[in-house]
Nanobody, 126 residues
């Protein structure tokens, strides 16, 4: 079992930056992939970014490529999402997710992830 706890989020003005954190506890290993998804009410969950726990390979959604950076601190068992150049369309509930043995072609698929955080609101508005 893996438990995930997100922190960060809140209200930020357009163009500014924000960092989200996801602390993992429980049984984690190098074969885990961790990711961020986001969801606007009434819409499907959208892939944001993913990172392989061992090796650090990363993937990004098209809408955040070049603005967001996913990273991890293995010693702290924590994943981060640095969000720069925030736009109003980035407003959503952001979820941290973890999955074991996810193949590269499935990293953008929410259904591949077994564990989810509770989600936190990010609002980009002036």
């Amino acid at each position: 079992q893996v438990q995930l706890a997100e922190s960060g989020g809140g209200l930020v003005e357009p163009g500014y930056s924000q960092r989200l954190s996801c602390a993992a506890s429980g049984r984690t290993s190098g074969r885990y992939t961790m990711a961020w998804f986001r969801q606007v009410q009434g819409n499907e969950r959208e892939f944001v970014a993913a990172i392989r726990w061992s090796g650090g390979n990363t993937w990004y959604g098209d809408s955040v490529q070049g603005r967001f950076t996913i990273s991890k601190d293995n010693a702290k068992n924590t994943m981060y999402l640095q969000m720069n150049g925030l736009k109003s369309e980035d407003t959503a509930v952001y979820y941290c997710a973890a999955g074991y043995g996810i193949i590269n072609s499935s990293t953008r698929n929410a259904g591949a992830y077994n564990y989810w955080g509770q989600g936190l609101q990010v609002t980009v508005s002036s």
